[in-house]
């Protein structure tokens, strides 16, 4: 990983049907792959009680464009919170 990173936690409860698997592991090897394809090289991983996304800072907009795609976080309405 590169010197300057950020970490991305996701509890397991937030993790889609369609992504998750009885096996954290296998749940985590499908996101890691996922990222890769918007062009991030994340290290997921299980850490009991969430996934943890290690990921180069310099890959943080790609990386949150593939979270919503993928249902883990939901993009902010700027527009609804400046009343336009």
């Avoid at 936690?9 to 996101?31: C, S």
């Amino acid at each position: 990983m590169d010197l300057i990173s950020t970490v991305i936690r996701i509890h397991h409860n937030a993790i889609p049907a369609d992504l998750r698997d009885a096996d954290a592991d296998i749940t985590a090897a499908k996101i890691e792959a996922r990222m890769r394809e918007f062009g991030v090289k994340a290290e997921v991983s299980d850490v009991i009680s969430h996934l943890k996304i290690e990921l180069p800072t310099a890959h943080l907009a790609n990386a949150c464009a593939a979270l919503v795609v993928m249902r883990l976080i939901t993009p902010l309405n700027l527009a609804a919170m400046n009343g336009n």
